[in-house]
């Protein structure tokens, strides 16, 4: 059977893939995006339906087109972000061939690039970038086994509240996805219970500009690495009706149970950590170190930007944080139905190349893996804060295309040489 041959392979057409074609496109590299779905399919089946994108259209885009129709300030729903992609797409003349699954990557014996096995026939690439993102496989961690009694689902499968049976919803996390789910469900007239656990909670605005742009200016998505004890804290960020502050104070008001960190589960109880008011406290001291540093950046640069007094006040602990909820019996509470908004880990189970370090995570520098020929794009933390982001990728993907670029010339030359010694 013939054997398709291509210069570089990039498995995965979401935002990461869509960003390093345009970079090889520019660099002059021949490529193939492989997608076992559609364009930024996650986008459309894999988050729930109100999502909204947590950063201003201004900011979450790529730099070659913005937003069609939308104002710059507005946080753009999740089917026109996928609709965006796919419009990028074709402006780049992307080579990217949907519904067609990469099974296994291995490195060929006695030349170089790799052997791929696909859904739909072998090719062989000198190069392969693994496109496939930070948010690959949900977790659930081991607590509550699932014959517990309710409905358990993760975040990733949530799509609106009339999906779930009637009564009470237990949500665990405090990061963007489970905060804007639990209000969702809370106003929609649902008994909600939010485990928060340690979290930033930083301003949606502030002195009339977004988060994204002061996270910007002050340096913060330039950030290499996780300050020390904050490598796995969560965001609390909403674009959620125009985009707001996430207040746990407030969702307590509209009658929602904060409890703490979910720890375990026994004969039908789930028990939490009495970590509750500590988790709210250091959000706060986030939220209030992002002001001070604002605030000093204003005066500093003498920027007329009209001071917010208001956005420094908080107000009481709720009872159910002075007096914290340590053990919940499912069934007395009412609670039918459990949301896993914990996070993702990475699967690379297709990769068979010697990558990995003992916890199964690329061993690279800033995406240049330690195997020659394999590269790595969408990380968290890939070479600063931003690299999981959408405008993010786009700037990690240059980095990786000038590489392959370079590597390629290399080759060039080699082959270059090699002819002209036989010649004489």
Excluded at 39 to 62: C, K, M, Q, T, Y
Excluded at 66 to 91: G, I, L, N, S
Aim: overall charge neutral; aromatic content about 8%; charged content about 25%.
């Amino acid at each position: 059977m013939s054997v398709e041959k291509v210069d570089t392979l990039i498995v995965g057409g979401g935002q990461a893939g869509l960003a390093m074609s345009e970079h090889l496109n520019k660099c002059g590299v021949p490529h193939l995006v492989l997608e076992r779905s559609r364009i930024a399919e996650r986008w459309r089946s894999e988050r729930w339906d109100s999502l909204v994108a947590n950063g201003p259209a201004w900011h979450d885009r790529f730099p070659g087109m913005e937003f069609p129709d939308t104002h710059p300030d507005a946080f753009v729903a999740k089917e026109k972000v996928a609709d965006y992609f796919v419009a990028y797409a074709q402006m780049i003349a992307a080579p990217v061939r949907c519904g067609v699954e990469v099974r296994k990557v291995q490195r060929l014996v006695g030349r170089p690039g790799f052997q791929v096995e696909t859904s739909d026939g072998a090719i062989e690439a000198r190069s392969v970038v693994a496109a496939t993102g930070a948010f690959q496989h949900p977790v659930i961690p081991a607590v509550a086994p699932q014959d517990a009694g309710p409905v358990q689902i993760h975040s990733s499968a949530y799509r609106n509240p009339g999906q779930l049976p009637e009564g009470a919803v237990l949500v665990v996390g405090s990061g963007s996805s489970g905060v804007q789910i639990a209000d969702e469900l809370q106003r929609s007239g649902r008994r909600v219970y939010l485990s928060v656990g340690p979290h930033d909670r930083p301003p949606r605005a502030y002195r009339e500009r977004d988060f994204c742009w002061w996270l910007g200016v002050l340096g913060k998505w330039d950030a290499q690495a996780p300050a020390p004890g904050t490598e796995h804290v969560t965001i609390a960020v909403s674009g959620a009706r125009g985009g707001e502050t996430i207040d746990f104070r407030r969702l307590a008001a509209q009658g929602m149970t904060l409890v703490g960190r979910t720890e375990s589960f026994k004969d039908g109880t789930v028990i939490f950590a009495p970590d509750l008011a500590r988790n709210i406290a250091r959000g706060d001291a986030n939220y209030m170190s992002v002001l001070d540093e604002a605030d000093a950046y204003v005066a500093r640069n003498g920027l007329d930007l009209p001071e917010e007094p208001g956005a420094r006040k908080i107000g009481p602990d709720p009872q159910c944080v002075t007096d914290p909820i340590l053990e919940l019996d499912l069934a007395e509470a009412g609670i039918s139905s459990i949301i896993w908004a914990t996070g993702f880990t990475v699967d690379y189970s297709w990769l068979k190349v010697d990558v990995f370090d003992e916890k199964g995570k690329p061993r690279h520098q800033r995406g240049v893996s330690s195997e020659p020929g394999i590269y790595f794009l969408g990380l968290s933390w890939q070479s600063r804060r931003g690299s999981s982001f959408i405008w993010g990728v786009w700037h990690d993907a240059q980095h990786l295309a000038d590489h392959i670029s370079t590597q390629r010339k290399y080759l060039a030359y080699h082959a270059s040489a090699k002819r002209q010694t036989k010649v004489a």
